[in-house]
């Protein structure tokens, strides 16, 4: 049997084969060919071996990577699969290793670190899931809530809360029929993930007798996981901002040449041993793996003041919940979603379907473990039965009338989560909808793309009540309280609030209030960006301006003192500065492993790389807001989520990193768009060519018409 393969004018690979096991090869050796970069530092990554070719900066992620049993967790999950899954998985992987090599032998970053490309395992792609999703649930926040706790107070942790202007995650909508242009249902959206060269989301068409799906493949995965049109039925999700990961404060001591942990039961063997970590340029780092009951050891050690765990459910069960993906790629009726997405184990999502017979479908998936309240919200007690998990909690669901939104929210997924993104995307998404009717898969840019940032209002409140003010600050004062509350690139009015809210966050985040949390406890690198006070100051910025939030914070007087700074600065478009306009500053600033930093790029992130949507961002050097690469549009509450660090800097780390548009009443008739391109290869036709369309918020179109395509020659994807 062989596979063939086709490509659009965009580079974008449609697969077709005699069988699901034969696309699978395909899928996975046109991967290897198109990614290979990128799925083979995911590979070491999830093996904890990136420092080996990245150097010292990648130690904090391998030593992570290595405590948290990430490979080993995917080893079990794989034993685990069911056999006709597991032979699935293994023709992706067979065709991964088929395409290596060729993929390696067209990227020069292979040779520029010396770096041969691998085999993969069976269990890989299981690997590279849990390493994209590990900080999916964002566990980190409940060492910064021991932190503010310990710190300021119990009373302080709400005010942190990510319900703030800088929790971005992902938008999605889901149009009925009666609000369409066609009769039939439309499902569109965006996920905000770091914005990754070479990109999180593979464009690709997967097609064989049984089923023929377009949709959004995640490079090193099989199939499609997250957005996907099979022709009948069309799914999405966004992340349900679900509470699934537990933390425990441990009690290890060594013991008669081990390592035991104090539990429920007094004190039991934990499992451990040490992995040496080679690094590039440098010695080997030793790390001493631990696991108790709980789960491994994330935080200190048994020669420790301090010992954390982590209990997540891959590891706690064996299972992952890839028995979905090839029950995806069949689904016909919204009820087939719904079956495949009951098998989903982590990350815990919200889903939206609509089929082209009108079902409709709106729905949590996931394993959310039932435990104590105090679980949920920070650090708890190993030994104390009361912390244990106790089951599985049910997973919501809501009807679906006309419009359904997902915006990471407090919504369908409220029970199961503390900390949720604020309403104003939700709420802005509905207006727009509500405000036309009609809609086509064309027209759903004017929703991606709408710049409107309801958040402004807190701080342009303190503003107007600002009497007695120097000339210079009275005129930015009526220029700021006239504008229009869009955060367009070309807008100096957009770029001015910018400033003036950067200063106000540098200002609050040194006040004396908060100078208790100046000093972080030592815990691993990795975490560090959930413990950095700037960027916890931006998100909670409009709960810490209201009255009375914390003692001794004026926010009156803060305002006012950010006020006159940036008035009197070149950042102010009154005197002509140079950060006029907000695109000046606010421009894309793609995570590379191995950077080639053109002129004012900022650095890599090996140390920790992009975590998942709702992380804080990685700090790239205070308000460094005049380097990056093309001006961006929007801002991380916006619909048009362009996501920055208010007060740290103004480059977009995270923003949409795709979009789609799936029409149930003509799939060819569906849009797409990923900020860069098809081929994960710097320098190739294919590397960014979607930029400019996916900068300027067009959607292109999703080709369906095999005689439209054009079918690669001497690429025999049969057995090997």
């Not at 900066?57 to 794989?78: E, G, K, N, Q, Y």
């Not at 891959?314 to 992952?320: H, I, P």
């Not at 993906?325 to 098998?343: F, G, K, M, Q």
Request: a negative charge; aromatic letters at 6%.
């Amino acid at each position: 049997m062989t596979a063939r393969v086709f490509r659009d004018r965009w580079g974008v690979p449609h697969l077709r084969a005699d069988d699901p096991a034969e696309l699978a090869f395909a899928q996975g050796r046109v991967t290897g060919h198109d990614r290979a970069w990128q799925i083979e530092v995911e590979r070491h990554r999830s093996l904890g071996t990136s420092a080996a070719f990245l150097g010292a900066d990648a130690v904090p992620w391998d030593r992570f990577a290595r405590r948290t049993r990430l490979d080993d967790t995917a080893r079990r999950c794989h034993a685990r699969l069911d056999a006709a899954t597991a032979a699935w998985v293994g023709r992706y992987v067979d065709g991964v290793n088929a395409g290596l090599a060729d993929g390696a032998a067209r990227d020069p970053r292979f040779g520029a670190v010396a770096l041969p490309p691998g085999r993969w395992e069976p269990w890989t792609p299981l690997a590279i899931w849990l390493t994209h999703h590990v900080l999916f649930a964002g566990f980190p926040g409940k060492l910064w809530r021991e932190h503010v706790a310990r710190r300021l107070g119990p009373a302080a942790v709400p005010l942190f809360h990510a319900d703030g202007p800088a929790s971005s995650g992902s938008n999605g909508w889901l149009l009925a029929g009666s609000r369409t242009a066609t009769g039939a249902a439309l499902l569109a959206g965006d996920p905000h993930r770091y914005i990754e060269d070479p990109g999180i989301y593979q464009q690709i068409r997967l097609a064989c007798p049984e089923y023929d799906v377009v949709g959004l493949a995640v490079p090193g995965v099989p199939g499609i996981a997250h957005f996907g049109h099979t022709g009948a039925v069309a799914w999405a999700i966004t992340n349900a901002m679900a509470d699934y990961q537990d933390l425990y404060a441990e009690r290890l001591r060594r013991h008669g040449g081990g390592v035991e942990a104090y539990g429920p039961d007094g004190w039991r063997p934990a499992r451990t041993h040490t992995e040496p970590i080679e690094v590039a340029g440098g010695d080997p780092v030793e790390v001493e793996v631990v696991e108790t009951d709980r789960g491994p050891v994330v935080v200190g050690g048994p020669d420790s003041s301090e010992a954390i765990s982590l209990r997540y459910p891959s590891r706690a069960t064996g299972e992952l919940g890839f028995a979905a993906l090839p029950a995806l790629l069949r689904a016909r009726t919204v009820a087939d979603v719904d079956a495949a997405v009951d098998r989903w184990v982590e990350p815990v999502n919200v889903v939206l379907a609509a089929d082209t017979a009108g079902g409709l479908l709106h729905r949590v998936a996931g394993a959310v473990p039932d435990r104590h309240t105090d679980n949920r919200l920070g650090v708890v007690p190993a030994w104390a039965p009361a912390y244990a998990w106790r089951g599985w909690h049910p997973m919501p669901r809501a009807d679906v009338r006309d419009v359904a939104v997902m915006a990471n929210e407090c919504g369908v997924s409220a029970p199961l989560g503390v900390e949720f993104a604020p309403p104003h995307r939700a709420r802005r998404i509905r207006e727009l909808l509500d405000a036309s009717s009609g809609w086509s898969a064309g027209r759903m840019g004017e929703v991606h793309t709408d710049t409107y940032l309801a958040p402004a209002e807190p701080l342009l409140a303190l503003l107007a009540d600002l009497a007695d003010l120097p000339p210079e600050a009275a005129t930015l004062r009526d220029r700021l309280l006239r504008w229009d509350r869009r955060m367009a690139a070309a807008s100096g009015d957009a770029g001015a609030f910018a400033a003036l809210r950067s200063a106000l966050v540098r200002r609050i985040a040194t006040h004396p209030a908060l100078a208790a949390l100046a000093e972080p406890p030592a815990y691993p690198e990795v975490f560090a960006p959930w413990l950095a006070v700037s960027p916890r100051v931006a998100i909670a910025l409009n709960t810490l301006l209201v009255p009375g939030a914390l003692p001794g914070l004026d926010a009156s007087a803060l305002t006012r003192d950010a006020l006159l700074e940036v008035a009197g600065s070149d950042q102010d478009p009154a005197v002509g500065g140079t950060g006029a306009r907000w695109g000046a500053r606010h421009r894309l600033a793609p995570w590379r492993a191995l950077p080639d930093p053109g002129p004012g790029d900022p650095p890599s992130d090996a140390d920790t790389g992009p975590d998942a949507e709702t992380g804080p961002e990685l700090p790239v050097g205070p308000d460094r807001g005049a380097a990056g690469g093309p001006e961006l549009d929007g801002d991380h509450d916006c619909v048009l989520a362009t996501s920055s660090v208010p007060g740290f800097t103004d480059l977009c780390l995270r923003g949409p990193a795709a979009r789609y548009a799936w029409d149930l009443a003509r799939r060819e008739d569906s849009r797409w768009v990923v900020p860069l391109g098809a081929d994960g290869v710097p320098g190739t036709a294919h590397h960014d060519d979607q930029l400019a369309a996916w900068r300027r918020g067009e959607l292109l179109a999703v080709v369906t018409d095999w005689a439209e395509l054009t079918e690669e020659r001497g690429t025999d994807e049969g057995r090997d």
